[in-house]
């Protein structure tokens, strides 16, 4: 059997999400009593949020390049970045990576085609929102990508920061953030809606919002994994 290295950390509460779908779908899809083989190699969160956010992108490829060096010495097969935000550098770490990975991007994309969607809303945080790497491997399969607008963005961005990460879930922030989806819904026409940060689906766990599909990037991710791990 495959074992699979996760990058952790990215925030704690997210990981915790990944190991306990990770078990879940893979005994779903294995009927032989077994459990899935994983390390973790969870990571400083602060470390990576002040790289991303102050621009030291070289920074936090280094780091990742780093982590994913340690999961290469405990032996794993592959290698996945348990979080979105992160994968602003994934095209940077993976011609340095010692390890295959899995983008949680790319899986996104492969769900979002399937399903023959080509509006999506992209929530997450400031730099997910605002960078390119989500648009350019959507577009290559002709998605748009459309975000709230900047007063929406910093609202999603803040309370991400400072509540999601820590594992603080309010019912108000829930309200303004279906709120927002949808206003986009009448406003932009959307199809459906990326749930571009690993911690949204903590407060957003259902499938749809008024007939808006949630692309819910941890359980398509560790879909993906299990895929590997079988395959």
């Avoid at 206003?183 to 919002?209: A, C, F, N, Q, W």
């Amino acid at each position: 059997m495959k074992t699979a290295g996760i990058v952790g950390g990215l925030g704690p509460e997210s990981t915790i999400e990944y190991y306990r779908f990770l078990v879940e779908a893979y005994r779903a899809r294995q009927n032989d009593g077994s459990y899935p083989l994983m390390v973790i190699n969870s990571v400083d969160l602060k470390v990576m949020v002040d790289a991303i956010l102050s621009g030291q992108l070289d920074r936090a490829t280094d780091y990742l390049v780093a982590a994913i060096q340690k999961l290469a010495d405990a032996r794993v097969d592959f290698a996945v970045i348990s979080a979105n935000t992160p994968h602003v550098v994934f095209d940077r770490v993976k011609p340095r990576s010692p390890l295959p990975l899995i983008s949680i991007v790319e899986a996104t994309r492969a769900v979002a085609s399937k399903l023959n969607l080509k509006r999506l809303a992209l929530l997450g945080t400031r730099p997910t929102m605002q960078g390119r790497f989500y648009p350019e491997v959507f577009s290559r399969s002709g998605i748009t990508l459309i975000v709230p607008p900047e007063d929406e963005q910093a609202y999603v961005h803040d309370k991400y920061m400072n509540e999601l990460v820590l594992g603080t879930i309010l019912p108000e922030t829930r309200a303004r953030l279906l709120e927002i989806i949808g206003g986009m819904k009448e406003r932009d026409s959307i199809e459906g809606v990326i749930l571009g940060g690993t911690e949204l689906s903590l407060i957003l766990p259902e499938s749809e919002y008024e007939g808006l599909p949630f692309l819910n990037t941890t359980r398509i991710h560790v879909d993906a994994i299990v895929d590997e791990l079988l395959s």
